[in-house]
């Protein structure tokens, strides 16, 4: 699709991918644990997709959930995970996958709210320095759901 | 689950349900279109399902969406669907399932950023005359999806 940013670039940091759907992470300095699931046909809306297709969508999706709840370090667990496919900006369907923490500087409002308090420098440095380990975990997690 | 305001009350007005999942209307003034998926059991993310229920609630929210596409009148034609499921206040599993327009007071932005502009009360007064019509669409969608 021309003129779509989805179609034409992958979107932030490769980190896996099938003929259906990539994986990349975002780079937002806030919340470090930013990653999204696009879809790699231009379709605007979730309910494009076919049944099979939603299927295979949504179960890449609850895969990387899983992996951010189960592969962090204990003190580094996400308060909750935040799923959104929203689109309005670039209508080419993908999931943002979110890690939240209660000390979160949008916790507990959605990122997309103003930001209730600075960003913790340490809390956040310390997430950064799980991201090539969570990178590889994600890229396992997906290449064994496609298998 | 005590103190959980999902598992004591609705959370909105009762649009439909099974033993699954229900499916409310959220009282939003800026955004009339604005239902939610509820899981009926008290689980806090959506990998907590297992493979056939995430399945099950995929299809109802692709199933709402799908009405929400359709069933409204071609000037009233949403812009974009916004699917989410956030839970940082209520970990109660639940989609939230928003027709988002061009003219609304917060587009392109997600709902809970800040507004852009002020409501356009002559829009969202053509849109809550369509909510009757809508909830019933609605019912029949998730009734036959359930059969």
């Known amino acids: 699709m021309k003129n779509c940013p989805l179609c034409s670039a992958a979107g932030g940091v490769l980190v896996a991918q099938t003929s259906h759907y990539r994986l990349i992470r975002a780079d937002d300095a806030s919340h470090p644990i930013f990653y999204r699931l696009i879809w790699q046909s231009h379709v ?54 979110i890690a939240r923490y209660d000390w979160d500087n949008h ?19 310390a997430l950064q320095a799980q991201l090539p ?8 997690a997906l290449a064994a759901l496609a298998a």
Chains 1, 2 share one sequence.
């Open 107 to 125: 916790y507990p409002d959605p990122v997309w709210a103003t930001a209730r308090r600075a960003p913790d420098a340490q809390q956040l440095q």
């Open 133 to 140: 380990a969570l990178d590889a975990a994600l890229q396992a």
């Open 44 to 97: 605007a809306e979730f309910s494009d997709l076919s049944v099979p297709e939603r299927l295979l969508c949504m179960e890449a999706v609850a895969t990387v959930e899983q992996v951010l709840r189960q592969q962090l370090p204990p003190d580094l667990r996400p308060t909750k995970i935040n799923l959104a496919s929203l689109g309005n900006v670039v209508p080419h369907l993908h999931w943002h996958i």
